[in-house]
Structures are given as C-alpha cells and as structure tokens.
C-alpha cells in the first residue's frame, strides 16, 4: 500500500545546479508533507515541511512546492552542495498517520 | 545527535529464533514510531504509542508486536524470524504524535540468517 511514491530512485546532478526531488501521493486525506534526509548510517533528519494550505515553503537553499490538485510535492535544492547529497524522503501525514516514500538517492557531483 | 537511542545497532540471529530491539526516546517525547526499511524499500511505518497506549497502527505482522514503558522507552518484538524480516528498524519519537517532525534513531540492524 504504497501511499507516496517517489518514483525516481536516483538523481545526478552537478554542484551548483538545482536539484528537484518529486514526490506523488494518493490519499487525499493527507494534510501536512514533509522532506527528510538520510545519511549512510545515520536516521533520517527532518529537512522542511508544507502544511496542505500552502503551496510553497521555503527554508535557505531548500524549497518545497505542493500541488494539491495534481497530489504532487517536489523539493527544489538551489544550489546544490556535495555535501546534499544523501537519500531523500518524501512523507506525508494525516492524523497520527506519517506515511514514507522510498526514497530518492541525490548525487551531487563536483 | 536526534536524541533518540536505539540498542543493539546489530543483531545476527537465526530463523525461527526471537529477538527485541530497544528505543530510549528525546527526553520530553511522548511518542514513538516504528519503521522498517528493507533493502531499496522505503520506511515502511509498523506501528506508534503515545504515552503507553497504542495510538496507530501500520503494516505489522502479527509475529512482531511492541510495547511503550511507563518512562516512555519502547520495545518491539520480533519472533519466529524469517529471512525477509532482515532489515533496518528505525525508532523515531516527537513530542505529541500529531504533524510535527520526528526525530530519528541510528537504527538496529537485523540479519536473519
């Protein structure tokens, strides 16, 4: 029951450029998205979040942008740093419910 | 450092054996979540207390249960192990359970030989 979906395993991108991370979900019922991060060895880390009355929120170099109508959330990294890369996760919430994609493995290269 | 402490970091155990993983939430965090992550899957959510009481429920398997302490540590229980149960557990907690951010363990990982 895969809820989120983030259907890019993998993304290269070139230090300096932008990095945008794609996310789908399918319960509408879903009211609150957030992006964390993974390091090898490590837990997740929560990076930023968008409430679903929002459709952008955006911290330093990170943006999250949702679209509601499309069930679509995307973070924008700008500029991408080697040191982001790491594994990326989308999840999303509704209640007491907080539901993961399988996430998206950033490169940036040098 | 999240705070959030999860023992043992490797477990090696034999199919059709028990083992329980351990996790010591953020002083103040009333709630804890438990996720598996299999090899390229994502965080598959097993299971979240609040307070000592069962508040949601995900994909777990009736051979896995867990428990949460009166000092808020939580214990999840895995028994007559198979060799797909081989993965990563993650314990995260937040402070009330609602939209808010979790904090994650390191994560214990368990090799089902």
């Known amino acids: 029951d895969q809820q989120v979906k983030q259907n890019s395993p993998s993304l290269s991108v070139q230090e300096g450029r932008i990095s945008i991370l794609n996310c789908d979900y399918t319960n509408s019922m879903f009211d609150y998205f957030l992006w964390y991060k993974k390091y090898p060895a490590e837990g997740p880390t929560f990076l930023i979040s968008i409430s679903s009355i929002k459709d952008k929120n955006e911290d330093g170099r990170f943006t999250v942008f949702l679209n509601k109508s499309a069930k679509h959330l995307s973070l924008h990294i700008v500029p991408s740093q080697p040191g982001d890369s790491a594994v990326y996760f989308c999840?999303?919430?509704?209640?007491?419910?907080?539901?993961f994609g399988a996430g998206t493995r950033l490169t940036v290269k040098p | 450092d999240s705070g959030v402490t999860q023992t043992p970091k490797h477990l090696i155990t034999a199919t059709g054996q028990r083992v329980t993983l351990r996790c010591s939430p953020r002083s103040g965090d009333l709630s804890v979540y438990w996720y598996q992550q299999s090899l390229d899957q994502g965080l598959q959510f097993l299971i979240q207390y609040y307070n000592g009481e069962e508040r949601a429920k995900g994909n777990i398997l009736e051979r896995f249960s867990a428990q949460q302490f009166p000092d808020l540590h939580s214990e999840l229980n895995l028994s007559s192990l198979e060799l797909g149960d081989s993965a990563l557990y993650f314990c995260?907690?937040?402070?009330?359970?609602?939209?808010?951010?979790?904090?994650f363990g390191s994560g214990t990982q368990l090799s089902v030989l």
């Open positions: 995260a907690s937040s402070a009330a359970g609602g939209k808010e951010k979790l904090f």
């Open positions: 999840a999303a919430t509704v209640d007491n419910d907080m539901r």
